[in-house]
Nanobody, 117 residues
Framework: QVRLLESGGGLVQPGGSLRLSCVAY????????ITWYRQAPGKERELVAS????????NYVDSVKGRFTISRDNVKNTVYLQMNSLDFDDTAVYSCKASQVGRPIYWGQGTQVTVSS
């Protein structure tokens, strides 16, 4: 079955860290740009970070720069989002997307991140 599966979410205190994983099943991620999005209750979905197929270029929304790091391991068919110094505004469902011109787009179902004291 072709899908993306996110994991690593959970409940964390402010200032804490989490590492999210996005694993591809049924296809290889190597030709794809992978993007992490998040959506908080009552808010629009927001692009958090992206990484190109080669891993040579990354992009972050301003609010997470210096705190979050996106990386990929094409051998493991996995993309990671290391999240440090988490705060309340980071609470959201985090989802990953695989996209590339001329290829199908794949979405995961998301993993919940809750920052609470």
């Amino acid at each position: 079955q072709v899908r993306l599966l996110e994991s690593g979410g959970g409940l964390v205190q402010p200032g804490g860290s989490l590492r999210l994983s996005c694993v591809a099943y049924g296809f290889t991620i190597s030709p794809y740009t992978i993007t992490w999005y998040r959506q908080a209750p009552g808010k629009e979905r927001e692009l958090v970070a992206s990484i190109t197929a080669s891993g040579g270029r990354t992009n972050y929304v301003d609010s997470v720069k210096g705190r979050f790091t996106i990386s990929r391991d094409n051998v493991k068919n996995t993309v990671y989002l290391q999240m440090n110094s988490l705060d309340f505004d980071d609470t959201a469902v985090y989802s990953c997307k695989a996209s590339q011109v001329g290829r199908p787009i794949y979405w995961g179902q998301g993993t919940q991140v809750t920052v609470s004291s």
